[in-house]
C-alpha cells in the first residue's frame, strides 16, 4: 500500500513563497513519474505539475513561471516550491504518483493533503 503524507502548507500573504514536501512510502519510488495536484471545496481536483524520475518537469499553465517542482529520490520525498502566491492558489495540496499512460492521472489512494491559504 503505497502511502504519501504533505505538509509545508500554510497561510501566506501574497506573493509570498511556500515550499510543499511530500513523502512517499514504497520501494521503486525513484522510477515513479509523481505530480501535485490541489483541490478547491465544490471543484474538481486538478494538476498542477508532475515530475518524471529523470527530474523532468511539466507544470499547468496558471503555475508556470511561479512554482518549481523537484525530487529527491534518496529522501522518497518530491517537493512544490511555489513563489508569488495568489490568492487563486489557496487549494488542499496532494502528492501521488502519475500513471505513464496519460502522465497526469494519479495512480494510487490520496494522502491527507496540506492546506495552502493565499490571503492578506
Known amino acids: 500500500q503505497v502511502q504519501f503524507v504533505e505538509s509545508g502548507g500554510g497561510l501566506v500573504q501574497p506573493g509570498g513563497s511556500l515550499r510543499l514536501s511530500c513523502a512517499a512510502s514504497?520501494?521503486?519510488?525513484?522510477?515513479?513519474?509523481m505530480g501535485w495536484y490541489r483541490q478547491v471545496p465544490g471543484k474538481q481536483r486538478e494538476l498542477v505539475a508532475t515530475?518524471?524520475?529523470?527530474?523532468?518537469?511539466d507544470y499547468a499553465d496558471f503555475v508556470k513561471g511561479r512554482f518549481t517542482a523537484s525530487r529527491d529520490n534518496a529522501q522518497n520525498t518530491v517537493y512544490l516550491q511555489m513563489n508569488t502566491l495568489e490568492p487563486e492558489d489557496t487549494a488542499v495540496y496532494y502528492c501521488n504518483r502519475v500513471t505513464v499512460v496519460d502522465g497526469i492521472s494519479p495512480m494510487n489512494d490520496w494522502g491527507q493533503g496540506t492546506q495552502v491559504t493565499v490571503s492578506s
Open positions: 515530475i518524471t524520475s529523470g527530474g523532468t518537469t
Open positions: 514504497g520501494s521503486r519510488f525513484r522510477v515513479w513519474r
